[in-house]
């Protein structure tokens, strides 16, 4: 069932009598579904165009990974938007839309905040305080500068949940002991083994990339000294062989790897594939694992798309375990993971506040601009009119004096208003009265209000779309 997070009145659009842009997160689980949504780091700015160039969606931001599979939006229209998004995902990976928002979370505005800064302290990794998904929260910024429709909201979101992931591990202890997803799966192909067979048991691993060095670097901590590695090309574990002295990494290419996990009592895979390496027919004939290893071939698949069929699950003498089981491995240390994730709730408690009222602050831009706007036409208009009275030949000083004065008397009179209008977003006080201010200058001078800019921005869209 859709799950939509209505907490703090988060689902209403109009706020003290007017409308503005809503920011959307929209979550993708479980892995079944993720692997299907799954955007690969290279299309990230090619997803950013095209979610902005929906009719309601004006910025955007992409963070998929092996764990999580995630759409930040800021919607000119709250539901329009999120039924756009929801369309363009299935448009874009064929899945039916009725099974998207099956298994999608919904969370709007202040709601998508929280749970961002969480996922960058690491609290919510399956591995408490790992440091791979800062890295990857960077990489959203990274991409995203430069690309039309990273805007200032979600840009401002995700700088902002970096300089919370630094802080927590900076002034908490959340980072210590911390590992990986790849260290994860170690751990838990360990647990599903006899304790006699680790050091003998025969290792498995396809794929040299990021994910599957670590895996071999966890191996080797753990004790193993032998291990065959497939892969594409020999150049990325040559590389790995020379840095991990004294452990024996034999290389096969990919043709041969059916039969070496013939040869295998564990098989782990973190390749990049987009289909499936093994299926239940590739698996039922292998050979059976002794009993020293209790006599079923563990297959650890933590690559998303999945790398292993779920098939391979019904086969006899195998058994499957992808990232959603990696869960298992964290539990034993569940008392440690509250304690330090009470020490970083705390920081991120406070940053929330204050980057909510850094956007919330960003309403006076438009009042602050229009009424510049609205100034400039007045003394320019008023300017003409007394050049014009003085005749043609008036000298350059004296034009320049006439409109530096008007100039100097318009900037005089907008001071206070301006200063009435500029919030730091700190101080939850000045930030109400700085929004009271607004809507008395949009009130007094009439200006346009924030209805009519969406409406217009979102006319303007489809009007482009039309083209």
Request: with cysteine; hydrophobic share 40%; net charge neutral.
């Amino acid at each position: 069932m859709e799950k939509v997070n209505e907490r703090n009145g988060s689902r209403r659009q109009v706020s003290e009598g007017h409308l503005k842009p809503t920011v959307v997160l929209i979550q993708l689980q479980p892995v079944e579904v993720r692997e299907k949504l799954a955007i690969p780091e290279a299309e990230w700015p090619r997803a950013i165009g095209e979610l902005c160039g929906l009719n309601h969606i004006e910025e955007a931001a992409v963070l998929s990974t092996c764990n999580r599979m995630e759409i930040y939006v800021v919607a000119l229209s709250q539901h329009r938007g999120v039924k756009e998004v929801t369309e363009w995902m299935s448009k874009t990976s064929g899945v039916p839309v009725s099974e998207i928002c099956q298994h999608r979370l919904l969370l709007y505005n202040n709601d998508v905040t929280q749970p961002l800064f969480e996922v960058s302290a690491g609290l919510d990794s399956l591995v408490l305080g790992e440091g791979q998904i800062l890295a990857q929260v960077k990489q959203v910024v990274k991409v995203g500068q430069g690309v039309v429709g990273f805007g200032r909201n979600i840009s401002g979101l995700f700088k902002h949940a970096i300089t919370v992931g630094k802080r927590v591990r900076t002034e908490t202890n959340i980072a210590a002991g911390a590992v990986s997803v790849s260290s994860a799966a170690v751990e838990l192909a360990l647990m599903k083994l006899p304790a006699s067979s680790h050091a003998t048991a025969r290792m498995l691993v396809i794929g040299a990339g990021k994910m599957g060095k670590l895996v071999i670097k966890h191996l080797v901590a753990k004790g193993c000294t032998k291990m065959v590695v497939v892969n594409r090309t020999e150049e990325r574990v040559a590389s790995i062989r020379e840095e991990l002295h004294g452990i024996e990494i034999i290389y096969k290419p990919l043709t041969d790897m059916l039969t070496c996990a013939a040869e295998a009592d564990v098989v782990f895979t973190s390749t990049a594939s987009e289909t499936p390496l093994f299926f239940q027919d590739n698996v039922k004939d292998l050979p059976a694992v002794g009993p020293d290893t209790g006599g079923l071939r563990l297959f650890v698949d933590i690559s998303v798309p999945r790398n292993v069929s779920s098939c391979v699950a019904d086969a006899d003498g195998a058994r499957l375990y992808n990232v959603d089981d990696l869960k298992e491995v964290v539990a034993a240390n569940k008392e440690d993971r509250l304690r330090k994730a009470m020490e970083a709730q705390e920081i991120i408690t406070e940053e929330s506040k204050q980057f909510e009222a850094w956007r919330d602050s960003l309403e006076t831009v438009p009042t602050i601009k229009k009424l510049r706007a609205y100034a400039e036409r007045i003394r320019a208009a008023e300017l003409e009119k007394c050049l014009s009275k003085m005749g043609d030949d008036i000298s350059k000083k004296t034009r320049r004096a006439v409109d530096d004065l008007s100039r100097g008397i318009v900037n005089k009179l907008l001071h206070g208003p301006m200063q009435h209008l500029r919030c730091d977003g700190s101080d939850s006080r000045t930030l109400s009265e700085t929004l009271e201010n607004m809507h008395a200058l949009n009130r007094m001078f009439s200006l346009e209000t924030e209805i009519s800019v969406l409406e217009q921005k979102i006319r303007a869209k489809v009007e482009q779309t039309q083209k």
